[in-house]
């Protein structure tokens, strides 16, 4: 088991960062298995049953601008180069706003749908790639860049959607949007007992901004302090710099685990309770929306949403990555071997004996996996295939 766990890591560590959607069958089963694409086929499927709707291919982000438009950006195969696009789902109309250079390693919308944060690493003189933020007014497709030396991520946006947050000089920054004022929030003094390596800190702002949790580390682990009031307090067990999020004023959630047993936690703080609300999953792609107050993350490859309202889980059935919800809280986005689809939420939630047809397809074709260890690419292949056998007969069970 720990073996599949480290290869798993290695894998994910050594893939480029720009290419978020992984397709862990390609991992464990050979590239020549005539299987690969039967499954590719038979899960794109399960999006025809709910009429997802296809915006692009080739797509490494996306986020909402409001109830009906999105930006994406799309990558250019074999290439450094990006397309910056913006898209009305209720016309089905595109347009390019911008194309720009480097490897994307990250991208984040702002909570107001105004502002899009785009970290990359960009070949220039130097033969170490330098590392820049592009901060991109939507609704003006105005830009600015700022240095951002280090390759790892090195910012947060705050959930109002009005300031960028990064580690600078003696402590933590915050740059208005608006303005392009900047000011210290944090003197490093007041998070200093968090810190244990070199890469940057990122400081995470509460709603009401009366609170901020600053972490620091990297490989899977992570220091962390909420400060407010003068007073810090440490929080344990965060292993995703990237998947660390603000609920409300009194709830955090964040990824703990190591790689294969991955889980999501919803931290109270007003009594220190922990609520998982998935575990032993291979990755987890923890995100929020704050205006449609909901939480999406993985089991093994399914998309899983969690509402803050109604406080149920709900397993989609779909298999995905990226989620992000419109600020309604009625559509969402989801990338599938690089396709960007927007999906109605009540048709996912109606559907869901449709698409058990395609969960019997998919469970089949692994089932003929394990008995033809011939497709294998690994000695781990094996125990991958028995998880997600044991995904879809659940999915199957919980539909009849």
Known sequence: MRSLLCLLLFVILTVPVSARDINLDEIYIRNSSSYLPRLINAKLDTYLKVDALFVDSDVIFAGWVNG?????????????????????????????????????????????????????????????PEGELLVVNILSNSLTVLKSPSP???FTVSPDGGSLLQEGSGGIWETSFYTGMRRMTLKKGQYRGILHSSNPSLAFLSPDGNKCLVINGGGGSYNGAILAGGGARKIRGITASSEVWWIDNTQIAYRRGYTGNFSVVLHRLSDD??????DYSLNTNLHYSYQARMMSFLKDGIICLYGMGERKLLRTGLEGEDISFDPNGQYFTSLVFRKLFILNLGKVR????????????????????KLHTGEYENEYSGEYINRKVRLYRDLIRGAE
Request: proline residues 1%.
């Open 273 to 278: 309770t922990r609520r998982t609300l998935v």
């Open 350 to 369: 109606r559907r869901q004996i449709e698409m058990k047809r395609s969960w019997g397809i998919i469970l089949s074709l692994y089932e003929k996996l």
């Open 68 to 128: 009906d438009e999105l930006v994406y950006i799309r990558e250019i195969p074999g290439t450094q180069k990006n397309i910056l696009c913006r898209y009305n789902r209720r016309y089905g109309r595109r347009a390019e706003l911008r194309r720009f250079d480097g490897a994307v390693t990250h991208a984040r919308i702002s909570g107001n749908g105004r502002y899009l944060v785009i970290k990359r690493l960009i070949q220039r003189d130097r033969l170490i």
């Open 152 to 154: 790892f991520l090195d």
